[in-house]
């Protein structure tokens, strides 16, 4: 036990120099990314939506569906960073609430193609919402990095909820679900036609 | 033309455009306090603008199979040692578009996320080109510090453990199970995602 006690001694005594670097902001840029998608419910009721609708479409709308609307959002925060105007922005993303919901509630099985359309329409309205929303200063590609990958999770939450369709009480659970959502959506576009 | 014959023409193609387009670069530079070679390799794995892109290269070349995972292993680490050398010592003045790694990044991205399969020929181009321009990158980061080259070998050891490792458990994973590779073509959208995000950072100044 002493020697054991004298080699932490010695461990700890003898300092090493500190791993310190000078890429200030690093961890402050993933943060507030990160929290970003996550502190709007408008976003994350329509980013759950997504992952929902993908559970009950099925492969591979599973997967496609979550994979577009991140790229597409995307695509939306580089128009609103680099300064291209979209009207009516937080109107859409209510209508995506609702329409998203809506897809849920009553287990829309429209072509894959026009699944993938309305998703990446309105993941436009998100994207650029935050891309003009992005904060000065902060860390830029490490608050990408945390934006994408909360959106990412969000889908994944959806998707992981759907997984209730599995049974007949889960199936309709995830359209209760779906009538929420759409319910927020609902409330949203009140808020923002108000 | 054939697809498999065009593919290494438009990569070539692309690489002379974007080495024929010198704009400022931006360096930033880690102090571990334990020398020139743990500095090389803490600014490789902090250099996150270089790393992703990479990340990607090295995910494609997992998802293309063992052959494609041990030419990225092989191919990548002496080219970009090679790149980042050349630049440091003898093209100290050099700058490259400070949007390179972030078209490099939504490029790679999207190629991952696609999931279509590439010659074998077609990717070692692509691995040599990306290897150029991101050893090209670092190169002119450290340029004109001391210890240059040995900050560029000890970048060139961390880049040798994320080539060996990443294709190898992508290849690993993407076996078991199909929807881990599925999985792989999501972070290869989130990738290009972050790419797309940075280029809006970056064109907003």
Known sequence: MKQKFALLLLAVMACSPAWGHAEAGQVSGFMSGFVHPVSGMDHVLAMVAVGLWGAQLGNPALWLLPVTFPLVMAFGGFLGLIGVPLPATEIGIALSGIMLGLMVATQARPPLWSAIFLVAVFAIFHGHAHGTELPEGASGLTYSIGFVMATGLLHASGIAIGLLQRWPQGKLAVRGLGCMVSLGGAYFLFGALA | MPMHRTWPILIAALGLALGLF??????????????????????????????????????????????????????????????????????????????????????????????????????????????????????????????????????????????????????????????????MRVFGSWIAGVGLLMLGWQLRG
């Not at chain 2, 040692?81 to 790679?108: C, E, H, R």
């Not at chain 2, 450290?142 to 080259?149: E, K, M, Y």
């Open chain 2, 22 to 183: 010198p704009l400022s670069a931006f360096a930033h530079l880690v102090s571990t306090g334990l020398g020139p070679v743990y500095d090389g390799f803490g600014h490789f794995l902090l250099s996150l603008e270089d790393l992703l892109p990479l990340l990607a290269l090295m995910i494609l070349g997992g998802m293309h199979g063992e052959v494609a995972g041990r030419r990225a292993m092989l191919v990548l680490p002496p080219v970009w040692l090679l790149a980042a050398l050349v630049t440091a010592l003898a093209f100290q003045a050099a700058s490259l578009p400070v949007f390179v790694s972030t078209l490099l990044t939504i490029g790679l991205g999207i190629l991952v996320s696609l999931d279509r399969r590439m010659p074998l020929a077609g990717l070692t181009v692509l691995i040599l080109f990306v290897a150029t321009l991101s050893g090209q990158s670092t190169g002119i980061a450290l340029a004109g510090q001391a210890g240059s080259v040995l900050m560029i070998l000890g970048s060139t050891a961390a880049l040798f453990v994320v080539a060996t490792l990443v294709p190898a458990l992508v290849l690993k994973i993407s076996s078991r199970a199909p929807w881990l590779r599925i999985a």
